[in-house]
Structures are given as C-alpha cells and as structure tokens.
C-alpha cells in the first residue's frame, strides 16, 4: 500500500488503444508539471485492461512520445491489467462489510428495464432490484456481477481546483457494476484502487471525467470507513480542447497522435510542449516558456475554465520560433534524418544559419536546403526557368567571367564584386540576381544570394552558373 507522507503525486493515466493524442499529451504535461512544481511524484499507469482494443503498438507509442516530450516519470509505469487480483479483493472487501452486493439480474431484465424507462422517459439508471434482496432468492447457481451500494440521499459536493465547487445529487448516481459476471473489475474501480495504491494525492484529467469522479468517490469512503486511509483525492478537470472553430477537436483541426507533430509535421518537443502549456494555461500575456520556467510557474489556477481552441498555424509560428533558437548541429541531424540518403551533415549544419531564419518547421529546413545537393544539370521550377530567358542567360556568362577572376570567395567580397557588375552593366541588382538563383538553386527563393555562393563554393558555383550562361 502507497504512502505519500503529504507529498504531491501526480498520475498519467493514458488507454492503450491508440497513438498519444494531443489532449492526452496535455494532460500528461499538466500532471507532469504539476508534480515537479511542488517537488513531488509524477506517475504513469496504463490502463490496458480493454484486451480486445489495448495493443503493444499502442503502449510502445505512447511511451515513445513521453519520452520525445521529455515527460520523465519517477517510477517504471504500472499496467493496469497487472492488478486485477487486487481489484477484485477491494471488490470482495466491499462485498463482505456490506457497500457492494450480488446482483443476478439477467441481461433480458435489465434490457426491459431500460425500455420502461425509455418509455416513461426516465433516465436510464439500474433501479436497484437486487440492492436489498437475499443471494437466496436468486437461481442455484446463477451468475451475479458485484455492484456498489451508493448513497441515495443528499448530495455530493467535490471542491475541484479548476472548476470549484460541483454539487450532484446522490439519487442521480446508481449502483453500478464493479466487478463483472466473469469476475473482472470495471474501469471505476480499477481506477479507484490504482490511484489509491499508487498514493496518487491529485487527479488531473480531463473535464470530461467529472462525471467519473462522483461515482469514484463512493469506493474511497467506504474503504475509509471499512479500513481507513483512503483519502479523497484533490481534483482538477481540465476543460477539453476545441479546434479554432470552436467545434469538438478532430483530426481536420490538428487532432493526430504525437508521432505525427514530430514525423510529418516537423515540429521540435519544446516547441509543441510550449504549446500544450498555453492551450487552457496562462501566466499574464507571455508565451514562450522553457521547461524549467514552466515548472516554477506552473500552477492550476493558472488553468481557465473555457475550453481552449487548437490553432496549428500558432503552433508553427511557435515552432519557427525555436527553430531559430536551436543547436545547428542538432537541426542538421534532423532535416539530414528527412532527406534519406547520405547527406553531408556538416554541410547541413554550415547552412543552418540562413536555412532557419524563415522556416516553422523541419521540412522547411529540408525544402530550403535541397539545392546544396542538386547535380548539374539543376532541374528547374516553372518560375525558375522563365528567368532564364536569352538576356538570362548572357548576363550568367558576364557574372561567370566576373566572378572567375574572384580571389576572395566570401559573402562580403562577392557582393561588392556583384554590385559593381551590375552599375557597370547599368542594371538594377535584382536582373542579376534572379537568374543567378535560378541558375544556382533551380528556384525563385533560396537564402541570401551570396549566402548561397558562399555555401556552394566556387567550383559548384561556377559550374552552376556555366551550365546555364551563353556568351
């Protein structure tokens, strides 16, 4: 049995049926942040007990986002599906001190029941048929599942850190099942006894498992009251996140799983952490936080209400952002990682200064240096070769001829040596640029001109330019 001795414990709790959406990455964070704040325990359960659904796929996904995330845990994650015996035995113990029961009704009663109820337009709850009957009334033998005796009068008050005080009337829960015909424990109570045991103080989750907590609540006070220890525990319910219309978040808003912000998307781990933190978060009007000033400032009354709206075009905005801030050599190895083959990452990382200043993500950094590894001849764009006109391609041969008696091939010398061929040719300095990173670049957009000379060096440079001038 888990103690925290006073210490916050945070839990992660995510079902192993698919990849790490973006809601769940968020609410991973919240949890995370939340415990190292207050220098506590942040924890990891994966609840798997859906056989059918759970997949090894799913939990190797899931892990392998966190981690890129860099969400580090305190102890190795705990499975669910590992603790069914000790599920069942709180089951039993609520049985035995009399705040569960034996139900043995049928599938067919329960199903008309649910049609009377229909009919009379009633919500539909189990009505509580075996909830004071005898077992002996039943079948020999007859299967029974085990539900919980919950209070039917007054009402439950939980203080949420997020939502405040949520009142819901007792009558409005019923008794429902916690451990199957089969003898498996459900989701309520797996999850009750899970975050017990694993001394978890604070239930950060989703709002939309508010519901959950008032039917949760019932099997910590009767484990009070039978053996003591099992404290409420504090909640926050964090409002759902929406796409930028307002409507339910989907996968045409952005909803995909971790994997795809960082193999499709190219988005950097800090980039999208800091973007998970501002959506339903705030500390004044600031943006940009690190890590570790996300976690001196992070607290939950910093979480609004509202639910937040998912905007991909901030998040790539945000991404430019560190793009520009990152490690060159890092930034190399990961547009080198989308380019295949065998790139020179010393070359990728030489660029990097000026490949960055306008991409918002990876791919931009692998569009914008594709020219350093094109073979002569370049294949053109559309609006590349319109550049390449006949007047084109003479004044090429002129920057050839010019540039072949270049000594210095430096940015600052290659400029003055362009500028001076341009007034001599009683031309503005764009009618030579623009062919020159046609010829050079097979394109219309490319980093600096002389940035790309520079990068290319002379003899590529040359040949370039050569492959494309006529006299």
């Not at 940035?451 to 290319?456: A, E, P």
Request: aromatic letters at 8%; proline letters at 4%; hydrophobic letters at 40%.
């Amino acid at each position: 049995m888990a103690s925290n001795s006073g210490k916050v414990v945070t839990r992660f709790a995510p079902s192993p049926t698919g990849f790490l959406h973006i809601g769940g990455a968020r609410t991973a964070l919240f949890n995370w942040l939340f415990a190292r704040h207050h220098g506590g325990k942040a924890l990891l359960r994966i609840e798997d007990t859906d056989h059918k659904r759970s997949t090894q796929e799913a939990i190797d996904a899931i892990l392998d986002g966190l981690g890129w995330l860099g969400l580090e845990y305190d102890e190795e994650p705990t499975f669910q599906s590992r603790q069914a015996d000790r599920h069942a035995e709180v089951a039993n113990v609520l049985l035995e001190h009399g705040h569960a029961y034996r139900c043995y009704a049928t599938a067919e009663e329960l199903e008309e029941m649910r049609a009377a109820q229909r009919a009379a337009k009633q919500p539909l709850r189990y009505d509580g048929r075996w909830r004071d009957r005898d077992a002996s009334d039943a079948p020999a033998d007859a299967p029974f599942t085990v539900r919980l005796k919950t209070p039917t009068q007054g009402e439950t008050v939980i203080t949420d850190l997020v939502q405040g005080d949520v009142r819901v009337r007792n009558e409005e829960i019923d008794d429902y099942i916690i451990l199957r015909a089969d003898g498996t424990p459900t989701y309520m109570l797996a999850a009750v006894v899970d975050d017990h045991d694993m001394g978890c103080t604070h239930i950060i989750r989703g709002d939309d498992h508010l519901n959950n907590a008032f039917r949760q609540l019932p099997i910590y006070r009767a484990m009070d009251a039978i053996e003591g220890g099992w404290s409420d525990p504090t909640y926050a319910h964090i409002p759902l996140i929406h796409g930028n219309d307002g409507a339910k978040l989907s996968k045409r808003h952005g909803a995909l799983g971790v994997d795809a912000y960082r193999d499709e998307m190219g988005i950097l781990p800090e980039a999208l952490n800091n973007y998970l933190l501002r959506l339903g978060w705030a500390h004044g009007d600031r943006e940009e936080f690190s890590m570790e000033e996300a976690i001196d400032l992070f607290t939950l009354d910093g979480v609004g209400k509202s639910p937040s709206r998912f905007d991909i075009k901030k998040l790539e905005n945000l991404n430019g952002h560190y793009i520009r801030e990152a490690d060159d050599a890092r930034l190399a190895a990961l547009a080198a990682a989308n380019m295949g083959g065998d790139v020179d990452e010393a070359l990728l990382e030489k660029a990097m200064p000026v490949l960055k200043t306008r991409a918002k993500k990876i791919d931009d950094l692998v569009e914008g240096a594709s020219f350093l590894f094109a073979s002569v001849p370049l294949e053109m764009t559309e609006k590349a070769a319109k550049l390449l006109t006949d007047d084109g391609k003479v004044i090429l041969a002129k920057v050839s001829e010019r540039f072949k008696s270049e000594k210095n091939w430096t940015f600052e010398a290659l400029e003055a040596t362009t500028k001076a061929l341009a007034e001599e040719l009683e031309l503005g300095f764009g009618k030579l640029a623009q062919p020159m990173r046609a010829a050079l670049t097979g394109t219309t957009t490319s980093p600096g001109i002389f940035d790309v000379l520079v990068l290319l060096g002379r003899e590529e440079s040359l040949a370039r330019i050569d492959a494309q001038a006529i006299a």
